[in-house]
């Protein structure tokens, strides 16, 4: 995402202004409704309020904490690792104040909207099993402890951005960060009652067929706005997502037709949104052909992930948080350095950062944002995890409680009355 918080000013944009609106719009649709549908649907039925609940609970406390600090420490000048407070409250920014050549004020908003669904994709690494008191809790401290200083690293001047890491819309800010998070979070956690033995099929994978689909369009705004311009990087960004996600689906379905005689819809619109995951940092930095290797690259690599860590390992992160996102943030972030080459003849992209001339330089850059990402985002989600834990005497709901379902134990409700 080209970085607007210390970009010179100029007049505004009403073009760019619209699309960034808009923008805005569809990625939260991609949290509310889009993945508390998604994952909602995937859960059990006695806990699929409980899901919903978090998504709009996360995204209700993302908003204000991005006002009151978040923001601040994402986008303040600060120094190379995190921000200041110059922007707390949003002082001193009026509704004239311009970031680039749109209002600092929708560039803080979309913004917000990035920060709402990254904590909001970790509660599938947790889901069914933990008290909305410590979610609620963990994901605030984890918004302030990890995303802002994650995003500012990458997007807000720090020191990846500097070096010339390549990440479009969030492969390492978004996708890694959660991805990670979710994997420690199953791990400190510990599996279901009855994990792996018991069947835990998805309750209602209309409501998931529903949410994916809101996810892929919601996408468009994610990836193309982070152009922050009505342009044609946002043009082929949309173009390359849709390829990435289109290929992915149906990688990930001609997996499962080859191994098990059938595609399912689970298949496909997991594949999806692997193939979303994957396009997402190299969205602005390749061509069409380098997003149908990106897609094909995360059908494969996320499918057997996936198999790997739920059936090997025997990780129960519930909803395939990491093999989805985690390893397809780690893969489309490692391929923006191949891909956004202009050797490449029909797989060519738009050329490597400024200060970088070849295609090793700009993958050693993209390495390096992987691993800092991926180690610093592992401690303090753990530390975070342990810290919560103590002060809510346990992450976790009791044996019986988790059997009776968090739809009643939590909020007293049920998502059916039939």
């Known amino acids: 995402m080209p970085s607007l918080a210390f970009a010179s000013h100029s007049p505004l944009s009403g073009a760019n202004t619209s699309w960034i609106l808009t923008s805005t719009a569809l990625v939260l649709f991609m949290t509310l409704p889009g993945l508390a549908l998604f994952y909602g649907g995937l859960v059990r039925s006695k806990n699929v309020l409980s899901i919903l609940m978090q998504c709009f609970a996360i995204a209700g406390l993302a908003s204000i904490l991005w006002l009151l600090v978040g923001y601040s420490l994402a986008f303040g000048e600060g120094n190379a690792y995190i921000g200041d407070f110059s922007k707390v409250l949003m002082v001193g920014i009026t509704r004239d104040t311009l970031s680039g050549d749109i209002p600092e004020g929708l560039f803080m908003l979309f913004q917000m909207t990035f920060a709402i669904i990254t904590p909001a994709l970790i509660i ?94 919601g996408w468009f705004g994610f990836n193309g706005g982070s152009a922050l311009a009505a342009n044609g990087d946002a043009a082929m960004a949309m173009l390359v997502t849709h390829i990435s996600a289109s290929t992915g689906a149906l990688t990930w379905a001609a997996i499962e037709w080859k191994k098990f005689g059938k595609a399912s819809v689970l298949g496909a619109v997991t594949g999806m949104v692997a193939g979303l995951g994957t396009i997402t940092p190299a969205s602005g930095f390749v061509g069409p052909g380098g997003a149908l290797i990106i897609g094909l690259s995360a059908g494969i690599v996320c499918f057997y992930c996936t198999v790997y860590i739920k059936q090997k390992l025997k990780i129960d992160d519930s909803l395939d948080v990491f093999p989805v996102h985690g390893v397809g943030g780690i893969l489309g972030t490692f391929l923006a350095g191949i891909f956004s080459a202009t050797t490449l003849g029909a797989f060519s992209g738009y050329g490597f950062a400024d200060g970088i001339s070849t295609m090793g330089e700009q993958v050693m850059v993209q390495l390096t944002g992987i691993g800092a990402t991926f180690v610093y985002t592992a401690i303090v989600t753990y530390v975070l995890l342990k810290l919560v834990g103590m002060m809510t005497g346990g992450l976790r709901v009791s044996e019986e409680q988790e059997e009776q379902g968090l739809d009643q134990v939590e909020h007293d409700e049920s998502g059916y009355s039939l």
Do not use: C
């Open 124 to 217: 599938g690494g947790f889901a069914e099993r933990m008290k909305f008191t410590a979610v609620l809790l963990f994901s605030g401290l984890w918004l302030l402890a990890v995303y802002a200083p994650v995003t500012h690293w990458v997007w807000g001047g720090g020191w990846l951005g500097q070096m010339g890491l390549y990440d479009f819309a969030g492969g390492t800010v978004v996708h890694i960060t959660a991805g990670v998070a979710a994997l420690v979070a199953a791990l400190v956690l510990g599996p279901r009652r009855g994990f792996p033995k018991t069947p835990m099929m998805p309750h209602n994978l209309t409501m998931t067929v529903t949410g994916a689909g809101m996810l892929w369009v």
